[in-house]
């Protein structure tokens, strides 16, 4: 016997190594979700050992790389300085235009009782070192639990999502690639409104799953993050599509080129604190849509009758300055004449209407409601059952917003030509005038 | 010297300091994971491989050997995302093999290095791909177009590696 100890006593000590090897890559498989926790002794003195290395490594390199292009080469630099100043200036022409759609886009969002999730704190870190495996697409980035870092959480750059917080040391992160084949986001595309999910594959590229083959994807087609993963926050750009093939069980087969370069990732930001809030930073409690449009379109307290009159041009059955408020409100009509498109005309007549009759929280007229022509809308003088134009008690869950929204939605402060001239369209591209 | 088949007396036996032991295979772990941060394409070089083999070879040990595979194979599955074993069994595996070679035959000159390399690099891969398919389910392909062309690479990089840790080598 011990002969034969002795004789395999080298295959015996490998078969041992490798049953205790086997064994602990069972338990993990095992415990699937939550493995690299199970294992974080060995990762950590890994880690640790590896990653002060990198960390210097990385510091030189930007140290010497900051001091080469900031203050020994500028060639091109104030070229580069008036290009930049040009785009500025182009982007805030730009800016103007975004920021009235998106203020409109949020006010709606408010009426359907949206919540959306914001960005409320990042974290910069520098990308230190990667796995040094093809199999495994991750990144190690210089913050850690020191800096409140934790698993999950989301890491993007300017450009696009890069991938979420695998495992969390002391001072430095492994992040988990969106290109890795472990890896899933979820995501939406931009123009067909579709949405899938976002995986790597094992030679390192991203494809997009679960879209039907029926379905109409073109290539240079946006990918956009859609929330639905609980990690990345809706909209963040993902990247565009490259090419469309039948794939195997009835799922399309979609290629997607990421928005940001991988394999140069250099300085990331990782989302700490995400907000669920309402669109726009309102009081959020439970409007109705007549109080929402009551509080945003403008009120003209001051004027005389006739002046409004002239204003609402043939909104003669408006409530009147001089009448009580409470009678108006409890009986307000629709003051729009017959022809009323829900154009801003319509709003801006209704809006003058629930000035002087502030709580007339149930009395929005359909046709603003539906934003269409109403047939049963008709002038005030032949309505004889004010409930037939009324939408009574109807929660503000319900309310559509008008296809073409008056452009005084958009601002809670109109422009005062919009407010006094019927006759001047509002400032906004859709404008159905 | 070329490939010579000897007793295991007549080869040389060769150890090494405390810190080469220590550092090289660090050291490896680290150009592995920051030189593969700037450059992808050289995550196809396995530099904890070559290591393995070198000093598995240099040692002549089969326990030595594989032991030296498990732990900076390990060491290499704690730097990925992945569970911890699928480097180290192929790698205690090639620990051994290298060693147990390396008792049979001296292996001194570039071109049977070459040759050794790219041998325990396919049998590197192929452990790896069916513990990554069988235990793990990674959903790998095999190639042997990639597998040979990487096993080529891996090889000219050995072959220069080896020549500077030839230095490190210390009689018995």
């Known amino acids: 016997m011990e002969s034969v100890l002795g004789r395999y006593r080298n295959l015996i000590i490998l078969v041992g190594v490798l049953f205790l090897q086997v064994l602990g890559l069972a338990v993990q498989v095992k415990r699937s979700g939550n493995d690299a926790e199970n294992t974080r002794l060995i990762r950590i003195w890994v880690v640790d050992a590896i990653t002060p290395f990198e960390r210097g490594l990385v510091w030189i390199e930007s140290t010497s790389s900051s001091l080469w292009h900031n203050y020994i080469y500028l060639r091109g630099v104030r070229a580069e300085n008036r290009e930049l100043k040009q ?293 005030a003088a032949a309505s004889a059952k004010p409930s037939d134009n009324l939408q009574t008690g109807t929660p503000s869950k319900a309310v559509v917003p008008p296809a073409n929204p008056p452009s005084n939605l958009n601002s809670p402060k109109p422009a005062p030509a919009a407010q006094t001239n019927p006759s001047t369209p509002p400032q906004t591209e859709d404008n159905p005038q | 010297m070329p490939i010579t088949y000897t007793s295991g007396e007549q080869v040389e036996v060769y150890r090494f300091s405390i810190p080469a032991t220590i550092g090289i295979p660090l050291l490896a772990l680290f150009a592995q994971a920051f030189i593969s941060r700037h450059s992808t394409s050289f995550s196809y070089i396995d530099l904890p491989l070559l290591i393995t083999i070198f000093f598995a070879m240099a040692r002549r040990n089969p326990i030595s050997g594989l032991l030296t595979g498990a732990v900076i194979g390990l060491a290499q599955d704690a730097l990925t995302g992945l569970p911890l074993g699928l480097y180290g069994i192929s790698k205690t595996i090639v620990g051994f093999l290298a060693s147990s070679l390396g008792v049979k035959l001296d292996v001194e000159n570039a071109g049977a290095r070459v040759l050794v390399i790219l041998g325990f690099y396919m049998i590197h891969a192929s452990v790896f791909f069916m513990v990554a398919r069988g235990m793990v389910s990674l959903s790998l392909t095999w190639s042997w177009s990639r597998g040979i062309l990487s096993g080529l690479a891996n090889a000219i990089v050995g072959v220069i590696l080896f020549y500077f840790l030839d230095k490190f080598k210390q009689r018995t």
């Open chain 1, 87 to 379: 785009q500025i200036e182009q982007m805030r022409i730009e800016q103007v235009r975004l920021s009235e759609d998106a203020s409109q886009a949020h006010r709606l969002q408010n009426l359907l009782a949206f919540k959306e999730q914001y960005i409320a704190k990042t974290v910069a870190a520098q990308v230190i070192g990667s796995s040094g495996s093809d199999l495994s697409r991750s990144v190690y980035i210089d913050k850690g639990e020191d800096d409140g870092l934790k698993r999950d959480m989301a890491v993007i750059t300017a450009d696009g999502i890069v991938g979420k917080i695998l495992l969390v040391y002391p001072s430095t992160s492994q992040v988990l690639l969106i290109n890795d084949q472990t890896s899933g986001v979820g995501v939406i595309l931009e123009k067909s409104r579709l949405q899938g999910v976002l995986r790597g594959t094992n030679n390192g590229e991203v494809v997009l799953e679960r879209i039907m083959s029926d379905e109409q994807v073109a290539p240079g087609e946006r990918v956009l993050t859609s929330g639905g993963d609980q990690i990345f926050p809706k909209g963040l750009p993902v990247g565009t599509v490259t090419q469309v093939s039948n794939g195997k069980d009835l799922f399309l087969n979609i290629k997607i080129k990421p928005a940001t370069d991988l394999s140069k990732l250099e300085e990331v930001l990782v989302l700490v604190e995400k907000q669920d809030r309402e669109p726009v930073a309102e009081d959020s409690s439970h409007h109705r849509a007549a109080d929402i449009l009551a509080e945003r379109l403008p009120s003209v307290p001051d004027k005389p009758p006739a002046d409004v009159k002239a204003t609402t041009g043939t909104a003669t059955n408006a409530a009147k300055p001089g009448s009580p408020v409470k009678t108006a409100a409890t009986t307000t009509t629709p003051t729009q004449p017959a022809n009323a498109t829900g154009t801003p005309q319509v709003a801006k007549n209704h809006a003058i209407a629930n000035d002087h009759a502030a709580p007339a929280a149930s009395t929005i007229p359909k046709a603003l409601i539906s934003g269409k022509p109403s047939s049963t809308t008709k002038p």
